[in-house]
């Protein structure tokens, strides 16, 4: 039996914590068909080594079947300059690995409805929506810099940018994944000012020529923003730009109920991708047994299904994250007043057991 060699990533706060969940359940799962390798990333590594990422844990990551991130950063990094932060870290290796799809789907869990912000009737009707995020383009990597005018004013600028490979390429995705669930894409833009934006709407229009069967639709994103607290039940894939993409998945998780349950997966033309929950290293909750491992545990699933060709073992943990939460157990994020919170190590132990 072949064992895939896995690139490890725990980073900083509550990072440990949550990867060492998803590897027990991993273990679980598909025990030994994976080799681990643990990288110091993020702001460990800058603490011992005085950089958000070594060559050598860049060239691991490289020469790795997938990585599975856990969350970089932390208050005591924040003040660092621009390429000393610990989220280059992340950047860093999204552009190196060239993984330019980051698929982040957001689904209301129906026994999670009470915790999710959402009125009631709308709760009532629920969603399941995929975000795909561009990943490796646009603001994010964009030039960028100070500058100081003749009035000795300063001047900060970040540029968006996109070329129209770099469109049709996370289009093409977006209309291969609608294809897999409801068939439809909105395509999320701010073609009414940005150029970027301009090209972007045109390009995906000419992509949707090879996806007939696949229903195409626009909307600018300060609407989709709004559209996603109002009604998100009509939205299937949703594709954006990096910044857009950003900024909306917090959004969507948090209609969710919680942020401690977003997967993610960020892929490329290959199939290595990067694995990692959408929230951060919450700091407050580090060390403390508190956080929601279930994120990570579904990114773990992502993984199976889209790197390693797993997808009945894929199925079988995000059923049994469903059977654990329909059973009522619940962490500190998503408790309600008559349940006891479990701890992140107990969570996990729920999942196990329905494994
Ligand atoms: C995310 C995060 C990162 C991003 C940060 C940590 C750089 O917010 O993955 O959504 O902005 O891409
Ligand atoms: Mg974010």
Redesign the pocket.
């Known amino acids: 039996m072949n064992t895939y060699k896995l690139a490890v990533i725990e980073g900083d706060g509550i990072g440990p914590e949550i990867i060492q969940s998803a590897i027990r359940v991993l273990e679980k799962v598909a025990p030994q068909r994976f080799g681990y390798e643990k990288l110091i990333v993020g702001g460990v590594s800058l603490d011992r080594h005085g950089v958000p990422i070594t060559d050598e844990a860049m060239q691991a990551c490289m020469d790795s079947d997938s990585v599975l991130l856990g969350a970089?950063?932390g208050p005591q990094w924040d003040n660092l300059p621009g390429h000393l932060r610990a989220?280059r870290a992340?950047?860093g290796i999204r552009k190196e690995l060239q993984l330019f799809a980051n698929l982040r789907p957001a689904r209301l869990f129906s026994m999670l409805k009470a915790a999710s912000p959402l009125r009631q009737d709308i709760a009532e009707r629920g969603f399941d929506m995929l975000i795909l995020r561009e990943l490796t383009g646009g603001i994010?990597y964009g030039e960028r810099g100070r500058k100081t005018d003749a009035q000795g004013n300063t001047i900060a600028f970040d540029t968006e940018t996109y070329n129209q490979t770099e469109v049709d390429r996370i289009a093409r995705i977006a209309f291969e994944m609608a294809r897999q669930r409801r068939g439809k894409v909105c395509s999320v833009d701010k073609a009414n000012v940005l150029e970027s934006s301009r090209l972007w709407r045109e390009r995906v229009h000419i992509v949707a020529r090879d996806f007939p069967d696949v229903e195409l639709s626009d909307m600018l994103v300060d609407n989709a923003a709004m559209q996603l607290v109002r009604n998100p039940a009509q939205f299937d894939v949703l594709v954006m730009a990096n910044m857009f993409g950003?900024i909306l998945?917090?959004e969507a998780s948090q209609l969710t109920g919680s942020i401690g349950l977003l997967p993610s997966a960020s892929l490329g033309e290959d199939k290595r991708g990067m694995y990692e929950p959408?929230h951060?290293s919450a700091p407050d909750l580090a060390g403390k047994n508190l956080a929601n491992p279930l994120a990570t545990i579904l990114s773990l699933a992502m993984m199976l299904k889209y790197s390693f060709d797993l997808p009945e073992e894929a199925q079988r943990i995000e059923q049994a994250v469903e059977n654990t939460l329909l059973k009522g157990h619940r962490t500190a994020d998503i408790h309600d007043n008559d349940t006891q919170p479990l701890g992140t190590r107990e969570m996990t132990d729920k999942v196990l057991q329905e494994l």
């Open positions: 970089v950063g989220e992340l950047l994010y950003d998945s917090d959408i951060g």
